[in-house]
């Protein structure tokens, strides 16, 4: 969890509740969407083997399999950028940052298939998972390393100093001098 720092300007509370906002309103979304009953004459089998769901989409036709897995994609790919523009951090490792985000989201796509096995007419797919958490890490990737390095590029040129926008100024992140020692006494006799 990030904890607000005293050098957070309102700019960046603004920026870190639009991202939280707009996070809390996509899962909302996705709850409704996939957790809503469905009134269907039939339902296919739940799939447990992984991608044997996108071989049966491509089998479909070009088309099809476009839109099927497109939507599988799609779904959760938000979660890519939101997470991230919630936690509201610019000064972190791009490959940490990533883990984060494709963790998170598949835990909350592995969240989704669960409940999903008591809703009427949804079907526990391995695949949905696949390519819901593929999508959050595709959205990321193609997002949020580009945003970063823009954001503090331009506070560079802006103001000079990280501090304005959310991260602790570089100078507060290098070392901070040597660890202080205590003195040993001795056992008295």
């Known amino acids: ?3 607000r720092h005293s050098s957070d300007g309102p700019a960046v509370i603004r920026f870190r509740a639009a991202g939280v906002f707009l996070l809390l309103a996509h899962l909302l979304f996705v709850c409704w969407l996939t957790l809503r009953p469905l009134d269907v004459p039939w339902v296919t089998a739940a799939n447990f083997q992984p991608f044997a ?11 099809e399999a476009v839109r099927r897995i497109g939507e599988g994609l799609l779904l959760l790919a938000p979660l890519g950028i939101l997470l991230p523009m919630a936690g509201g951090r610019l000064l972190v490792s791009p490959w940490a940052s990533l883990a984060r985000t494709v963790a998170a989201g598949a835990l909350i796509s592995m969240a989704i298939e669960l409940a999903q096995t008591g809703v009427p007419g ?4 391995v695949d949905s998972l696949l390519l819901n958490t593929s999508g959050v890490a595709l959205a990321h990737l193609l997002v949020v390393p580009l945003s970063r390095s823009r954001l ?3 506070n560079r040129a802006g103001a000079g100093d990280l501090s ?3 991260a602790r100024s570089v100078r507060a992140e290098g070392p901070q001098g040597s660890t202080p020692t205590i003195t040993r006494v001795g056992i008295a006799p």
């Open 164 to 166: 304005r926008i959310g």
């Open 53 to 63: 769901g996108i071989r049966a989409d491509l089998a479909l036709g070009p088309a």
């Open 122 to 125: 949804q079907v526990v797919d």
């Open 152 to 154: 503090r590029r331009g």
């Open 1 to 3: 969890m990030h904890v």
